[in-house]
C-alpha cells in the first residue's frame, strides 16, 4: 500500500497568522501566487480541507483554469480533483459550496461523526468512519487504495497540526505575505503540539520563490536541513 504525497499549502502573514478576526476570508496573498495555487491543485489527485475552515471561509476548492481542467483530462484525470474534508462531528451544511461544484467529495470522520455527516449530505458525499478518533495515517492509506498519489492539504491549522504532528507530511509550501495581522486570537498555521524531533528539528528547505511582493518557501519536513 503506497501512501500519497502530502503536500500542505498555507498563506501566512509576517508574523505567522493565516487569516483576521473579520468576518470574510482575508486576502494574504496576491493574484500572482494563488494562480500558482491552481497550478498546485491542477497536479494534485485530492484536496483536504478541515471541516472548520469549511464553515469558516466556504471555500469550492476547484481548479479555476479551464486549460489547467482539459489539461488533467487529456492525462485521463477526472476534471476536478477528488475533494475530501475532515470532521469529528460531522456538522456539515449542505449548502456549502464545497458540495455542489467539481467532482467527487469524501468526508473522513469519527464512527459517531460519520452518522451525522451522512444524516446531513445524503448522497452529496461519500462518508468514511476512521474509528473511535480521526486517524490521519489510516486516512492516507484509504486514500492510497483509492489510487490518490498527490494530495493537497489546504488547512486549517487542526488539520496542518494535525499532519505535522504525526509526522505525515511530505512537502509545506508556505507564501509569506508582507503585512502583519496582530490579532492574538486570529488563527495560526499551527497550534501548538508535540512534533517529531522538538524544535531543534530543522527541515530541508527546497526551494524560495518571489512571486510578486509574497515569498514562496518549499520545506521538506522529512528530510533534514542540509549542513
Known amino acids: ?7 500542505l499549502s498555507v498563506a501566512v502573514s509576517v ?19 494563488f494562480d ?4 498546485v491543485r491542477a497536479e494534485s489527485n485530492a484536496i483536504l480541507v478541515g471541516a472548520g475552515t469549511l464553515r469558516r471561509d466556504n471555500p469550492r476548492l476547484l481548479v479555476n483554469s479551464a486549460e489547467r ?15 475530501v474534508t475532515v470532521t469529528s462531528t460531522g456538522d456539515l451544511d449542505p449548502q456549502l459550496q464545497f458540495w455542489h461544484r467539481g467532482g467527487d467529495k ?18 452529496l458525499a461519500e462518508v468514511v468512519p476512521l474509528g473511535s478518533e480521526i486517524d490521519f495515517g489510516g486516512l492516507l492509506d484509504d486514500l492510497g487504495d483509492r489510487g490518490v498519489e498527490r494530495l ?6 487542526t488539520v496542518h497540526t494535525a499532519f505535522l504532528s504525526a509526522g505525515l507530511a511530505d512537502e509545506i509550501r508556505m507564501a509569506i505575505a508582507p ?4 490579532q492574538a486570537t486570529a488563527p495560526r498555521f499551527l497550534n501548538p503540539a508535540e512534533f517529531p524531533g522538538g524544535p531543534a528539528r530543522r527541515f530541508h528547505l527546497k526551494d524560495v520563490e518571489k512571486v510578486g511582493d509574497v515569498a514562496v518557501l518549499r520545506y521538506l519536513p522529512k528530510q533534514p536541513a542540509e549542513s
Open 15 to 33: 508574523d505567522g497568522y493565516i487569516d483576521d478576526l473579520s468576518a470574510q476570508r482575508f486576502p494574504l496573498s496576491n493574484a500572482a501566487d
Open 179 to 182: 503585512m502583519l495581522i496582530g
Open 69 to 83: 481542467r482539459r489539461a488533467r483530462v487529456a492525462r485521463g484525470l477526472p476534471e476536478y480533483p477528488l475533494k
Open 1 to 7: 500500500m503506497t501512501r500519497p504525497y502530502v503536500l
Open 36 to 39: 500558482c495555487v491552481d497550478q
Open 106 to 123: 469524501l468526508v473522513y470522520s469519527t464512527d459517531f461523526g460519520a452518522a451525522a455527516a451522512c444524516a446531513n449530505l445524503g448522497d
Open 152 to 157: 493537497m492539504v489546504e488547512g486549517g491549522g
